[in-house]
């Protein structure tokens, strides 16, 4: 963390839904009336890999996939970083695709991948 830099303590969630683009009401979403706020408070994640600063928590991945897409959906990563969306994704029953600008974080992500492989076989 560089010096003189805020903290930041949230994160904008946009959720895009192509039937009803100007409400809170979702076609798609898979929570009840009344179970889902607009704020979420989720401790941070926890370190994966050195010099990515900003892994996302599984819990925040998993809110959103839980929530917003079915088993065997496809869910699409554009900023993959470490791949927390990858992991969570497989841990839900979900196809991912994802695309990373940084080739080292390829590695991070295979490697996160077969570890959770070798806990669910
Ligand atoms: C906030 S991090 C994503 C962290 C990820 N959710 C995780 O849990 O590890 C954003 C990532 O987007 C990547 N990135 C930035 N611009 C990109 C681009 N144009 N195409 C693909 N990846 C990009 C960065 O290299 C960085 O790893």
Do not use: C
């Amino acid at each position: 963390m560089a010096h003189k830099v805020l903290n930041r303590r949230t994160e904008l969630i946009l959720v895009f839904d192509s039937k009803n683009a100007i409400s809170r009401q979702f076609e798609k979403a898979n929570f009840e009336r009344g179970t889902l706020d607009d704020l979420w408070q989720i401790k941070r994640g926890k370190k994966i890999a050195d010099n990515h600063s900003a892994v996302f928590p599984e819990e925040l991945v998993s809110t959103i996939i839980r929530n917003f897409s079915n088993e065997n959906d496809i869910v699409y990563d554009p900023f993959m970083g470490t791949g927390t969306t990858a992991v969570v994704a497989k841990k839900l029953n979900r196809h991912f695709l994802g695309s990373e600008l940084n080739k080292k974080y390829f590695e991070v992500i295979k490697h996160r991948l077969l570890e959770l492989e070798s806990q669910l076989f």
